[in-house]
């Protein structure tokens, strides 16, 4: 099965060519220099800002969530062929699919719960917080009875097993040990659904004063709560590519049943780099509607970073009162749609939100106080990229504080040289990080054996580019002379392939995890697009055997001194 890289990755991500190469942002960190390659020729992708790598099953697995069995059906359902069965081991693949089908027995079980008389008090809260029976439907809200066995019972009686239940995080094991109680009970209960329209986990409400009041499923085979949205199945296809980003599952049911699809919100975490990403593949535009309390605003200003750096346009919705969106909604009755729609239009973007909290601080009459204004407004404005946008604000804050704007320029462009220098130093320290090996956790002897670890690489890199060359390596250096044991069982398992008669990476997706994956296209990515001369694989194969044969401090202290001028004579005559 062949299927090409840039046609899969266009469908989530704009590309554009660069030589031989197709850029664009990366769909797994966010960023606005696009630093996402996709290397042609051999139909593989490398991310020069977080380091992913791989080929197009690894992409689908990443993008997707998937394990590999899956990606690799998801391929191949893509280019219209079936995959053989029993042809892999998929033992993981199963378990995932026992828990996505756990799961939404679960969501059935919850419910019809709640329309029994063991959910009578859920049906009644729902009710309450004025939900309507389309909506309640629409979101396959339920109830978990309030008894510690009434799932599990359940899912056994459907032929679940222990294992797969307690896998998907909807019971877990006793203190005891001999059996399992209900994660969920007496709860108010929310299925989450991912976009292509699996239950994949949980929130649920107490119906007591007990704590915590929201209660999520963890992290599971098919479930990272870091990297999910609520509703965003539901929110996917908006039409003007608009996200509005709530605080919890209510806000989002109330804003959605008051018209507005788009909404979405986090579970029960604060938002993550993740979860920006994941919404840059849906929306050009995030309108924050957290509440209107202290803790709504820091979170606001935390979003407002986060979301800049995924590159999306910001807007901020302020809920006047200091109430959130479903009181807001629900004080105003029947006009509760249109007074939100006005909220959502008058809708501020987040560096005028940013102004006007500085604003709010300070007395602009008094003279001291509008210069701590300045002071602080300019350096809002400083953490701007786009040129523009700066002059605009800039000529506003003048015209505010009469105050010249070649004086708020001015200050303006020393932050921006200052903002420049700082970035500059913090990108030299990353690379000569990586340089060292510091940071690298796949081959963690890196750190401590630099110079061959490098020659290591670009040796294996050459061969994965020029499978040629394996026997001319093969003959002139062995796997025992690699000096880093990563690097070792990795130019094992390429010569073996290349051996067999087969691409040298050719199952790489099944016999590494995914961020060995990641290094082992990172290494790839050093040589793509050079022809490798004699002189320079001689070069390689010389540095990794002078390291690999030199002595160490351990070695130098317990030699005999007949030993150390051998040595030294050796070291001579390669020299000569």
Not at 171 to 178: H, I
Not at 313 to 332: A, C, M, Q, S, Y
Request: glycine share 6%; proline share 3%; charged share 30%.
């Amino acid at each position: 099965m062949r299927c090409d890289l840039t046609d899969i990755a266009s469908s989530y991500i704009s590309l554009k060519r660069k030589g031989r190469n197709m850029v664009g942002l990366c769909p797994f960190h966010g960023e606005k220099t696009p630093s996402f390659n996709i290397y042609t020729e051999n139909n593989s992708f490398y991310c020069f800002g977080c380091g992913a790598g791989g080929d197009v099953i690894t992409f689908i697995m990443k993008i997707e969530n998937l394990d590999y069995i899956e990606a690799v059906r998801f391929l191949a359902q893509r280019v219209g062929m079936n995959m053989p069965e029993n042809s892999y081991d998929d033992s993981m693949a199963q378990l995932r699919k026992r828990i996505y089908e756990a799961n939404r027995e679960s969501a059935r079980f919850f419910h019809k719960m709640l329309y029994s008389n063991e959910g009578r008090a859920g049906l009644e809260y729902l009710r309450n917080r004025g939900l309507t029976e389309k909506t309640i439907r629409r979101f396959g809200l339920g109830f978990a009875p309030d008894n510690r066995f009434a799932l599990s019972n359940h899912l056994r009686d459907m032929g679940f097993r222990e294992n797969e239940i307690v896998s998907a995080n909807l019971v877990y094991k006793n203190k005891s040990g001999k059996g399992t109680n209900d994660r969920f009970y007496n709860r108010v209960m929310f299925p989450i659904i991912d976009v292509r329209g699996n239950v994949i986990a949980f929130g649920g409400r107490i119906m007591t004063d007990q704590k915590p009041k929201y209660l999520n499923t963890s992290d599971t085979p098919v479930f990272k709560k870091s990297a999910n949205l609520f509703s965003l199945n539901n929110a996917k296809n908006t039409p003007d590519r608009t996200l509005i980003l709530c605080e919890g599952y209510m806000d989002v049911i109330s804003v959605n049943q008051a018209g507005f699809e788009n909404a979405v919100a986090t579970l029960g975490t604060a938002l993550t780099s993740e979860q920006a990403v994941l919404m840059k593949r849906f929306a050009d535009e995030v309108i924050i509607c957290y509440d209107a309390d202290e803790a709504g605003q820091k979170a606001t200003q935390r979003a407002i970073d986060i979301l800049r750096k995924s590159g999306l346009n910001i807007r901020v919705l302020t809920v006047p009162d200091g109430k959130d969106p479903d009181e807001f909604i629900k004080k105003h009755g029947d006009n509760g749609s249109a007074a939100f729609y006005n909220l959502v239009n008058g809708s501020s973007n987040d560096t005028e939100y940013r102004l006007s909290k500085v604003r709010a601080k300070y007395d602009l009459k008094q003279p001291n106080q509008r210069v701590q204004y300045l002071d602080e407004a300019v350096k809002v404005l400083s953490a701007i990229d786009d040129g523009i946008e700066q002059d605009v604000y800039s000529s506003k804050l003048a015209e505010e504080t009469g105050v010249q704007r070649e004086t708020i320029i001015s200050e303006l462009k020393r932050l921006n040289r200052q903002r420049k220098r700082g970035y500059q130093k913090k990108e030299f320290r990353k690379f000569q990080t990586a340089l060292s090996g510091q940071d690298d956790k796949i081959n963690t002897q890196h750190k401590d054996e630099p110079r061959a670890t490098r020659s290591e690489e670009m040796l294996i890199s050459h061969i994965i580019n020029h499978p040629e060359l394996a026997p001319y390596v093969s003959s002139k250096i062995s796997v025992d002379e690699f000096v880093t044991d990563f690097n070792k069982s990795l130019f094992r398992y390429i010569l073996e392939k290349i051996n067999n008669g087969y691409e040298p990476l050719n199952s790489v997706n099944e016999d590494f995890t995914q961020d060995e994956i990641s290094k082992i296209y990172g290494i790839i990515q050093h040589t793509v697009t050079v022809n490798p001369t004699q002189q320079m694989i001689d070069e390689y194969i010389n540095i990794i055997l002078e390291e690999k044969h030199k002595l160490k401090k351990e070695d130098i202290a317990n030699a005999s001194v007949e030993e150390i001028n051998d040595y030294i004579k050796k070291l001579r005559e390669k020299k000569e």
